[in-house]
């Protein structure tokens, strides 16, 4: 989280030290989030809950500060992440594509009728958990805003 709004972390050069690396940040620098959300059947990805982190105290939070998945398709129902990478696995993109089918999800580019797709804004992460409630697996989705 930055006080200008954005999310794409400027850091100074790594300052190396031992088994020690230092980052610094300057001071638009607030914290990060983490977000948490629940798919649902009928494929419906629904905020769970959220934690800030500024200052080394952490709060929960009532609201992601970034909707992602606004899926406006009730017919959707496959999702994919899609992770772009450039030239390293720091360096990359991420959308989000969902469609009433497989096949259809496999062309998803473009957001039309029965396809959707949305980049997720550079400086925030998603990465897909399952997580064991009741001896149920559930997907989770997480995100981050920040480092």
């Not at 999310?7 to 100074?12: F, I, K, Q, T």
């Not at 059947?41 to 009532?62: C, H, K, M, W, Y």
């Not at 594509?97 to 804004?121: E, F, G, N, Q």
Request: with cysteine; aromatic share 8%; glycine share 6%.
């Amino acid at each position: 989280m930055f006080r200008s709004g954005g999310y794409h972390l400027p850091v100074e050069e790594p300052r190396p030290q031992g088994a020690t690396i230092t980052i610094q940040t300057n001071s638009d620098f607030l914290g990060y989030e983490q977000a948490f959300y629940d798919v649902t059947p009928g494929l419906r990805i629904i905020f769970s809950n959220a934690e800030t982190a500024i200052d080394g105290v952490s709060q929960p939070n009532a609201a992601p500060r970034v909707a992602l998945f606004p899926l406006p398709h009730p017919e959707a129902r496959h999702v994919r992440l899609l992770y772009l990478v450039r030239s390293s696995a720091a360096d990359h993109n991420m959308a989000i594509l969902a469609a009433p089918d497989l096949p259809r999800l496999s062309t998803a580019c473009v957001s039309s009728k029965h396809l959707y797709s949305a980049w997720v804004p550079s400086g925030i992460a998603l990465r897909p958990q399952s997580t064991i409630l009741n001896h149920k697996s559930c997907a989770c989705h997480e995100n981050e805003t920040g480092p």
